[in-house]
């Protein structure tokens, strides 16, 4: 029997589950807590972590989040800084002139 597009064979269902145990489990032995993990974040706290991660270190986002955060709480907070106090600000995380340029283009259409 052909599979047709968009479905998947008895076989790939199989191995799928089998991934997705394999991950879970990896996942539970090796975590390692970071402060956007944490329960209660918001959308806006995860979309700046993932672009923060972008090419820099999870212990070096780690150590720099939480007072980014505090210092632009919202979308809002971070569309009234300038470009140079964002810059200013992710200096630690290395290419911050890129990742100010992005989250204050982010910030300026939320």
């Known amino acids: 029997m052909a599979v047709q597009r968009g479905q998947l064979s008895g076989g790939m269902h199989w191995r799928i589950f089998w991934l ?4 879970l489990s990896w996942f539970e032995h090796h975590v390692r ?3 956007w993990r944490e329960p209660g974040r918001s959308s ?3 979309v700046v972590a993932e672009l923060l991660l ?3 270190t999870a212990l070096s986002v780690a150590r720099a989040f939480p ?3 505090a210092q632009y ?3 809002e907070i971070m569309a009234g800084a300038s470009l140079a106090e964002l810059q ?3 200096r630690p995380l290395g290419i911050w ?3 100010a340029k992005a989250l204050l283009a982010l910030a300026n259409i939320s």
């Open 44 to 46: 806006y706290e995860l």
């Open 88 to 90: 200013e600000a992710l």
């Open 20 to 23: 997705r145990e394999r991950l």
């Open 97 to 99: 002139k890129q990742k």
């Open 67 to 69: 007072g980014l955060i």
């Open 54 to 56: 972008q090419r820099t």
């Open 73 to 75: 709480p919202t979308w």
């Open 33 to 35: 807590s970071f402060p």
